[in-house]
């Protein structure tokens, strides 16, 4: 297993090179020019627009809806296991460099939505298909279809072996584990070197039951079940994080100083800044986008079903996926954890770290804290892997080239395996595997972002100048 993870580990530090980094940051910043700073210019309008339901759209499901089951596959264990190991890996100054890239993805999130309504396809059941695939085929032309299959062969894998399942069970079973269990000391069997305990082994089925259960019956039920949950732990988990927060404000000036200070190298020893800025970037850009997804492509899967006859509104919808995942839930969590110092314990690791934070900034029992994290934690990493199914058979759709009952069916329960075999697999080897298919997604997308951008920032110029002269009338 030492020999795997060894492996893993080389690979994702291949794909999440500085060259990734540099193309992701610099496609941000091109699509920000391209759409004049549109996403702190119009926030306020996306806000409204996503509660908002557009009249007489098309699409399969609301606005709303179609922003729910996207951030029910972005809001997971990035958000709580993601951003404790970005600090601990890459210092707090992962934290800047994550709230910098996810300014910047906004503007990548806005495209993508804007994209995947505009290049989106109905097949012969009225199912609203649109995402990478689509607008690579449909804007850039069928000699680019390759790419298009690439993307889909990547997003299939992702899902099945990565973000979807693999990372969010295996934080599921840490935090019951951290909860019940913390001692390990009820352990059912060990492989590979490796003890697991009966709570691992029992909540791990019991959500396994749980996924399969919502996974059966496709989107509508999806969504209406993200709906319901994803709001509702956002809001619970950002309060228990703003508590927090309020509960230490005498140390929030010196968190920002060392976070601004880390994210530059300025702590660093002489001629070691420039490594440790990299450092902190590395880790503060992958696990942003781990965690809202901007530049991966998936997001516009789900904005593809979305009532809408306007390609300008859906791309602000979604755009606000990226704001209310990072700039709102990721820094409560990062702040929770500088604050706390537990990012800088080295017998910490992934949930641990998060656990910790509130054991030690919440006013309540450390038990009660443990359990508001260990509930949130659940939560999320649940909605995740339901959304991520529901991208991961639209990729499998597309590669595949038409679409089929049983194909869809086998894939489920493909997928459920997979959630089920997710928390016997070690805490390295599970993001590493992940990193590296978001990696290898991002690319054909990201390629397919710049090549279109034109075409986005001319309808989305042209839009806005429609409504000036609207309201003019008026």
């Known amino acids: 297993m030492d020999t795997f993870t060894s492996i893993i580990d080389k690979i ?37 627009f996503m509660i908002k339901d557009e009249e007489d759209g098309d699409g399969e499901v609301s606005s709303f809806a179609a922003l729910c089951t996207a951030l029910s596959a972005t809001i997971g264990t990035g958000n709580i296991v993601g951003v404790a190991t970005a600090i601990a890996t890459g210092g707090p100054g992962a934290l800047f460099w994550m709230e910098v890239a996810a300014l910047l993805g906004m503007a990548t999130k ?24 689509y607008y690579i085929e449909n804007g850039m032309g069928s000699r680019w279809k390759w790419l298009a299959k690439l993307f889909a062969l990547f997003g299939t894998l992702a899902g099945l072996l990565g973000i979807g399942t693999i990372t969010q069970i295996n934080g599921i079973t840490s935090a019951a584990n951290s909860f019940f269990d913390p001692d390990k000391s009820g352990i059912a069997f060990s492989l590979f ?35 319901i949950i994803v709001p509702f732990m956002v809001v619970i988990y950002v309060g228990c994080c703003l508590t927090l927060v309020c509960c230490n404000l005498t140390r929030i000036p010196g968190a920002v100083v060392e976070m601004v200070r880390d994210a530059f190298g300025l702590d660093a020893v002489a001629g070691g800044a420039l490594g440790a800025m990299i450092a902190a970037m590395q880790s503060g850009v992958a696990r942003g986008i781990f965690s809202n997804e901007a530049g991966l492509g998936s997001a516009p899967i789900a904005a593809a079903a979305a009532r809408t006859k306007e390609p300008v509104r859906q791309g602000l919808v979604t755009m606000t996926g990226t704001f209310i995942d990072t700039i709102i839930v990721c820094t409560m969590t990062g702040l929770a954890v500088i604050l706390s110092g537990a990012w800088d314990d080295p017998n910490l690791e992934g949930v641990q770290i998060t656990d910790a934070a509130f054991r030690d900034g919440l006013p309540f029992s450390e038990r009660l804290s443990s359990f508001f994290l260990m509930i949130a934690l659940v939560f999320f990493a649940f909605t995740t892997i339901l959304g991520w199914n529901y991208y991961s058979e639209r990729c499998l759709t597309y590669l595949r080239g038409k679409s089929s009952k049983t194909m869809t069916i086998c894939f489920r329960w493909i997928y459920i395996a997979a959630v089920f075999i997710g928390p016997y697999l070690t ?43 609207n309201l003019r009338l008026k």
């Not at 291949?14 to 496609?27: D, R």
């Not at 080897?429 to 990193?435: E, L, T």
Request: overall charge positive.
């Open 427 to 469: 805490v390295s080897a599970v993001w590493g595997i992940a990193d590296i298919f978001n990696g290898l997604m991002a690319l054909p997308n990201i390629i397919a972002l710049l090549a279109l951008s034109g075409i986005v920032a001319k309808d989305t110029k042209y839009y806005f100048a429609s409504q000036k002269r």
């Open 12 to 48: 994702d530090g291949w794909v999440w090179g500085v060259p990734l980094i540099v193309l992701i940051m610099a496609c941000g910043v091109w699509l920000t020019l391209c759409v004049r700073g549109l996403q702190i210019r119009h926030l306020g309008k996306a806000l409204k």
């Open 110 to 133: 806005y495209t993508e939505g804007f994209l995947a309504v505009k290049y989106r396809t109905v097949d012969k059941d009225g199912h609203y298909l649109g995402g990478p695939f």
């Open 193 to 227: 070197g490796q003890d697991y305990t009966w709570t691992t082994c029992i909540v791990g089925l019991i959500v396994t039951v749980g996924a399969a259960l919502v996974i059966i019956g496709g989107l509508q039920r999806i969504s209406q079940i993200s709906q």
